[in-house]
T-cell receptor, first 111, second 110 residues
Framework: KAGVTQTPRYLIKTRGQQVTLSCSPI?????VSWYQQTPGQGLQFLFE???????NKGNFPGRFSGRQFSNSRSEMNVSTLELGDSALYLC??????????FGPGTRLTVT | GENVEQHPSTLSVQEGDSAVIKCTYSDSASNYFPWYKQELGKGPQLIID?????GEKKDQRIAVTLNKTAKHFSLHITETQPEDSAVYFCAASIDNDMRFGAGTRLTVKP
């Protein structure tokens, strides 16, 4: 099976803009989680989607949102970008078990 | 909420030596403890995991131990090789709510 794929791999945006990142889970996986990774804060959980419903949410402002489609693909959106949003955004998918598999991430730079 | 602490933050070993990374967690309800390896430019890769009803698990050169009473778990890598050099993350999960340690940068010197 193909692994988790994320697009785009790199993005440069300006403060105040918005951005949409995409994640395609491993075939058959219905759960998709998003994480933000920064040198200062490490890996932080954003939210998890399962069967198009948000099942869990981390402690991030409402500017961060997501959704999941019927084919389990997921998108996350960040509005009104701030410099501090510069990070590696990781998507992970899971089947019915607990094992979670990460994609390569999208490197977002906000200038 | 759950808090995971990981030590050391950096670890340098000679090729062939063993490496040990330790993590502690705060919530006794945590029931799943995975370890991830992250190489430069890549996403974290699941290398081994353990569930709360098991004390130890081994997979070739990698082993993980769990002490539920003390709320700590450890990753052991034996006969280290240069390709083991990476950042390693531990995590603790309660019903799929996963919290990560800060990471350990392991360097294996040839």
């Amino acid at each position: 099976k193909a692994g988790v794929t994320q697009t785009p791999r790199y993005l440069i945006k300006t403060r105040g803009q918005q951005v949409t990142l995409s994640c395609s889970p491993i075939s058959g996986h219905r759960s998709v989680s998003w994480y933000q990774q920064t040198p200062g804060q490490g890996l932080q959980f954003l939210f998890e989607y399962f069967s198009e419903t948000q099942r869990n949410k981390g402690n991030f402002p409402g500017r961060f949102s997501g959704r999941q489609f019927s084919n389990s693909r997921s998108e996350m959106n960040v509005s009104t970008l701030e410099l501090g949003d510069s990070a590696l955004y990781l998507c992970a998918s899971r089947d019915r078990g607990w094992e979670q598999y990460f994609g390569p991430g999208t490197r977002l730079t906000v200038t | 909420g759950e808090n995971v602490e990981q030590h050391p933050s950096t670890l340098s070993v000679q090729e062939g030596d063993s490496a040990v990374i330790k993590c502690t967690y705060s919530d006794s309800a945590s029931n799943y403890f995975p370890w991830y390896k992250q190489e430069l430019g890549k996403g974290p890769q699941l290398i081994i995991d353990i569930r709360s009803n098991v004390g130890e698990k081994k997979d070739q050169r990698i082993a993980v131990t769990l002490n539920k009473t003390a709320k700590h778990f450890s990753l052991h890598i034996t006969e280290t090789q240069p390709e083991d050099s990476a950042v390693y993350f531990c995590a603790a999960s309660i019903d799929n709510d996963m919290r990560f340690g800060a990471g350990t940068r392991l360097t294996v010197k040839p």
